[in-house]
């Protein structure tokens, strides 16, 4: 048996890159899966590839989860169409892409990316759960009804330049999912938080070769987690398997931000073979950011 056979989940977010990886998984492992997007394009353009994947059992919806309405009327497609929902993986961000430094940050962006990021996260939890957790069965394996991951970020602890709204937004999310497992903990409903670090998506394939290195070298594993990476840990934190979990936030960064200083900036420590930032960190760098910003790094490779 599979572990999410008959279990209704909802991924926001899931049109591309890690959401859908996210889908992905749970078709696999035998649930039927609602995603959104923000648009009719990218619902279809996710849906197309999930059908190439050889999938069936998932439905796409338009949703902006920045909007009461918008969640209002998914939930209702979801009620009409599976009447149940066993799990939610709250992934839809807006990543802040493009953003100044904090002084210049326009008040409204600022707004939009906690209105999307934790405004969106707390409306999807709040009526899943108040329209299908809390009127469902206790399941027996678990003496629990209804089970959320949201995806953070590392940005919660050690932040960004040009990253405000997207790094505040994260931090906030640590006690946004510590305050729904308080209360929704004693009524059978389990709530944690996933923050990874570099996640490769359809983005990297835009970057330069010595800026995917340098972004390497900033783990202490040599690589990026992959989507797949992502949705396994998001399963295991959903599956039965995982019903002490409560109020949890686990951190899989590659070990980002263990030490103090990433490799390169240590003056003793040699590389490894391959790892990148000898000569092409010694040059004066700019390095085009995953969400757009942009990085210039110093003639010793450091950021200043
Ligand atoms: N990428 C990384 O390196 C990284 C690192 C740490 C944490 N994370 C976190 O991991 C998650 C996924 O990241 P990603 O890079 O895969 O994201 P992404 O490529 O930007 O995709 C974002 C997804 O969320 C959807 N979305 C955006 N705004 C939305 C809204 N207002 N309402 C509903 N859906 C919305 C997008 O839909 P459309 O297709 O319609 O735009 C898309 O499906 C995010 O929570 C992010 O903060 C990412």
Redesign the pocket.
């Given at each position: 048996m599979k572990r999410f056979e008959n279990k209704v989940v909802l991924v926001?977010?899931?049109?591309?890159?890690?959401?859908l990886e996210i889908v992905d998984l749970f078709l696999r492992e035998g649930a039927r899966v609602f995603f959104?997007?923000?648009?009719e394009a990218?619902v279809a353009k996710g849906e197309t590839e999930l059908a190439r994947r050889g999938h069936t059992g998932f439905h796409g919806i338009v949703?902006?989860?920045?909007k009461t309405s918008d969640v209002t009327a998914m939930m209702d497609a979801i009620e009409c169409e599976a009447g149940r929902l066993d799990a939610v993986v709250t992934?839809?961000?807006?990543?802040g892409q493009g953003e100044p430094a904090a002084p210049e940050v326009d008040e409204a962006a600022f707004l939009d990316v906690l209105n999307?990021n934790l405004g969106?996260t707390l409306r999807v939890v709040q009526e899943a759960a108040r329209r299908f957790f809390l009127r469902q069965e206790l399941n027996p394996a678990t003496g629990q009804r209804g089970a959320v991951v949201c995806?953070g970020?590392n940005t919660a602890h050690h932040v960004q330049r040009r990253h405000v709204s997207y790094c505040t937004s994260k931090g906030g999310l640590e006690s946004l999912v510590k305050c729904l497992a308080l209360d929704l903990g004693s009524r059978g409903v389990r709530v944690n938080l996933l923050e990874?670090?570099?996640?490769w998506?359809e983005r990297w394939n835009d970057l330069p070769e010595a800026v995917r290195r340098k972004r390497r070298a900033n783990t202490l594993t040599g690589r990026e987690a992959t989507g797949g990476d992502v949705a396994a840990a998001a399963a295991f934190l959903l599956s039965d398997e995982a019903r002490a979990f409560q109020g949890s936030i686990l951190k899989m960064d590659s070990g980002a931000t263990v030490a103090l200083y990433p490799p390169y900036a240590e003056d003793n420590v040699p590389l490894p073979e391959g790892w990148c930032c000898g000569d092409d960190a010694s040059s004066s760098l700019s390095e085009a950011r995953?969400d757009g910003g942009v990085v210039v790094t110093s003639t010793t490779g450091r950021e200043r």
């Open positions: 926001t977010g899931g049109s591309r890159n890690t959401g959104c997007g923000t648009s990218s949703c902006d989860v920045g992934n839809a961000a807006n990543l999307v969106g995806i970020s990874p670090g570099y996640i998506t995953d």
